[in-house]
Each structure stands twice: as structure tokens, then as C-alpha cells.
């Protein structure tokens, strides 16, 4: 498994969130963001691969970006946010840590 993953819930039906675009980027103070993976959730609207199995978590400032307008969009429900956007600091990487978003 991934040392980042996320699980994405559509709140509007109470469903998993299949078929969202997913990407994950680390802040490199030389480079700006960089991205390190993108994907869409599967059918229970997880992403389990964003970085390859056994990459190592580097500590850092990751960014999780999710394409919600797209997705509302695919569904005739369109809103008027086209991504949502979830950051966290990694200090020290460690297993079981939740980031929630809205």
C-alpha cells in the first residue's frame, strides 16, 4: 500500500466518490509544488496507489488536490467549486494519520 492514500466520500448521496481525479504534490521551496501522483478513485472511492508501494514518506508540506467540479459535472450536478484542495505537514511520518477535508 501507499505510503499516502484517501478515500473520498460524495456526501450528496451518502456513496463512495467513484471516479474523482486525485493529485498529490510535495512544496519544494526551490521548485514550488511538484506533483508525485496522480489517479481516480475506484469504486469505493479510494485511492490506494498515489505514491508507488514502499516509497518512503519524506517529511514535508503534501497536498491533496480533488477534481469535484469535474466529477459533479460527469454526474449533471454541477457546483461551483472545480477542486478542492487538502494540505498537511508531515513531520514525522507515521502510519494512521487522517487528514479530514470539506
Sequence with gaps: MSAITTHV???SSGEPAKGMGVT???YMVDRGWVKLGEKV?????????LLKTGAAL????????????EYFRARATPRSTPRSRS????????????CPCS
Design 9 to 11: 466520500l460524495d456526501l
Design 58 to 69: 519524506d517529511p514535508g508540506h503534501y497536498r491533496l488536490t480533488f477534481e469535484v467540479g
Design 41 to 49: 478513485t475506484d469504486a469505493d472511492g479510494r485511492v490506494r496507489d
Design 24 to 26: 498529490l504534490e510535495i
Design 87 to 98: 494540505s498537511s505537514r508531515c513531520a514525522t511520518p507515521r502510519s494512521g494519520i487522517t
